[in-house]
């Protein structure tokens, strides 16, 4: 299978959007339900990502040589251990107290199926640039799902943005919404306000069919029709 | 003994693994369309967890203490080996059990539970008996949501769903619903 021709906004934007890692693909979950009960935690989480995402597909992109096939997954899990242990001194050294919030899920950033999706699909068959561009649309995308869930959150569960009060002390804070059971709500609510959207525009919801084989899946362009695929070879409904 | 019960009891019910702490989501929502393969992978995952508490306590204890920077590398990396020696061992002995289990078996080296667990008993200063009882209580958590969730959605599959709710929304709404109900176990422990 011959990747598809894409152009360089393409690669970009896709992750984004269209392809939203969280809101489409539905990888990363840990993370995006976790830490999303306020906007900060959000905010340090995305941006995390984005610089483990960034720095690991520069490399694997740079040493898609080097990698032998056959222990690929396990050099890119090296390689992204590697920034993850990075990222997680560096949030400790800059921002204390949000590295504190935040806990083990720095650390857990190295097993989520996102990044390793990327490698296995984009970096490692792809130039550095374009490589880079797609970490950059797919990081991106996963900060403004993090952002919008935590908005919903803080907003609702404290009646703040970014710990600046919004309402007035008659506000009664959904308490719920900033507790684990919120976390599932409101992803799911977003999830059904998108499919509802898709609807109205009368584009069949395409097929998610639960993308956790892409960390594992060996053959070429990820699991065959799950849509970590479909960034590669699949043709796109638009 | 007490504290031990008290380290199962709560990694089971008060702090649940899937549905209060979010780890192993990806088997919860995959896996979770029919009871029988759920109970399976819920007891993949207790087998994958207890291995990788003993071996995250012989790794704190012998290796760790010496370079803490390499924690994370080399939890990941002691781990995935680990379960693909475990992987081969049980196709050799037992081609049955290995048959059961399936792809399930090398998918859990990338669930978020299993690193998850090593990294919490390591915070929370864990030895090898109490991490012993913390993987338990956690991987009875995980095969408890697991065959919950598997319950419920057994039922959503026969019921008149509007075709908008037919994705992950809906069995997201779910597990919040469960979610709220597991927090009832918070006030089980006053201490």
Same mark, same amino acid.
């Given at each position: 299978?011959?990747?598809?021709?894409?152009?360089?906004?393409?690669?970009? #934007?896709?992750?984004?959007?269209?392809?939203?890692?969280?809101l489409v693909q539905l990888l990363g979950l840990c993370p995006a339900l976790a830490v999303t009960n306020t906007v900060a935690n959000s905010l340090a989480m995305g941006i995390a990502t984005f610089f483990v995402l960034t720095g690991s597909s520069l490399l694997v992109s740079l040493l898609k040589s080097w990698i032998p096939k056959e222990v690929r997954i396990s050099a890119y899990i090296l390689i992204?251990?590697?920034?993850?242990?990075?990222?997680?001194?560096?949030?400790?050294?800059?921002?204390?107290?949000?590295?504190?919030? +935040?806990?083990?899920?720095?650390?857990?950033?190295?097993?989520?199926?996102?990044?390793?999706?990327?490698?296995?699909?984009?970096?490692?068959?792809?130039?550095?640039?374009?490589?880079?561009?797609?970490?950059?649309?797919?990081?991106?995308?996963?900060?403004?799902? #993090?952002?919008?869930?935590? &908005?919903?959150?803080?907003? +609702?569960?404290?009646?703040?943005?970014?710990?600046?009060? +919004?309402?007035?002390?008659?506000?009664?804070?959904?308490?719920?919404?900033?507790?684990?059971?919120?976390?599932?709500?409101?992803?799911? +609510?977003? #999830?059904?306000?998108?499919?509802?959207?898709?609807?109205?525009?009368?584009?069949?919801?395409?097929?998610?069919?639960?993308?956790?084989?892409? &960390?594992?899946?060996?053959?070429?362009?990820?699991?065959?029709?799950?849509?970590?695929?479909?960034?590669?070879?699949?043709?796109?409904?638009? | 003994?007490?504290?031990?019960?008290?380290?199962?009891?709560?990694?089971?019910?008060?702090?649940?693994?899937?549905?209060?702490?979010?780890?192993?989501?990806?088997?919860?929502?995959?896996?979770?369309?029919?009871?029988?393969?759920?109970?399976?992978?819920?007891?993949?995952?207790?087998?994958?967890?207890?291995?990788? !508490?003993?071996?995250?306590?012989?790794?704190?204890?012998?290796?760790?203490?010496?370079?803490?920077?390499?924690?994370?590398? /080399?939890?990941i990396v002691v781990i995935a080996s680990l379960v693909q020696i475990v992987e081969m061992a049980i196709k050799k002995l037992s081609p049955t059990l290995f048959r059961e289990l399936g792809i399930f078996l090398p998918l859990i080296t990338t669930n978020?539970?299993?690193?998850?667990?090593?990294?919490?008993?390591?915070?929370?200063?864990?030895?090898?008996?109490?991490?012993?009882?913390?993987?338990?209580?956690?991987?009875?958590?995980?095969?408890?949501?697991? !065959?919950?969730?598997?319950?419920?959605?057994?039922?959503?599959?026969? /019921?008149?769903?509007?075709?908008?709710?037919?994705?992950?929304?809906?069995?997201?709404?779910?597990?919040?619903?469960?979610?709220?109900?597991?927090?009832?176990?918070?006030?089980?422990?006053? /201490?």
């Open positions: 299978m011959s990747p598809r021709v894409t152009t360089p906004s393409e690669d970009f #934007l896709r992750g984004v959007w269209r392809e939203n890692p969280v992204i251990a590697t920034f993850v242990t990075m990222a997680d001194m560096l949030l400790a050294a800059l921002v204390p107290d949000i590295h504190k919030a +935040l806990g083990a899920f720095i650390a857990l950033i190295v097993v989520n199926c996102m990044i390793l999706g990327r490698q296995e699909a984009f970096a490692s068959k792809r130039p550095v640039g374009r490589a880079l561009l797609d970490a950059f649309g797919t990081g991106l995308g996963f900060i403004v799902a #993090l952002f919008m869930m935590g &908005t919903v959150r803080e907003v +609702l569960g404290n009646g703040s943005f970014l710990g600046v009060p +919004l309402f007035g002390d008659a506000f009664e804070p959904w308490i719920i919404m900033i507790l684990p059971p919120g976390g599932f709500f409101t992803l799911g +609510l977003l #999830l059904l306000v998108f499919a509802w959207w898709e609807e109205r525009k009368d584009v069949p919801v395409h097929p998610r069919h639960w993308p956790h084989g892409v &960390t594992v899946t060996v053959d070429a362009g990820g699991p065959g029709g799950s849509p970590a695929g479909a960034g590669v070879n699949a043709p796109r409904s638009d | 003994m007490g504290e031990l019960l008290w380290i199962f009891v709560s990694a089971m019910l008060v702090n649940n693994f899937t549905l209060v702490l979010f780890l192993g989501l990806c088997p919860f929502l995959g896996v979770s369309a029919k009871v029988g393969t759920a109970v399976r992978m819920g007891a993949a995952n207790v087998f994958v967890l207890v291995i990788t !508490s003993l071996t995250a306590s012989f790794l704190n204890a012998f290796v760790l203490v010496h370079a803490p920077y390499l924690r994370l590398i /080399s939890f978020c539970a299993i690193l998850g667990l090593a990294i919490f008993q390591t915070n929370r200063g864990y030895g090898a008996l109490e991490g012993l009882f913390f993987a338990l209580g956690a991987g009875a958590g995980l095969t408890l949501a697991l !065959s919950l969730m598997a319950s419920i959605r057994e039922r959503v599959e026969l /019921s008149d769903v509007p075709a908008v709710a037919r994705n992950m929304g809906l069995v997201l709404v779910l597990a919040g619903t469960l979610s709220l109900a597991f927090m009832g176990f918070a006030g089980l422990f006053t /201490s």
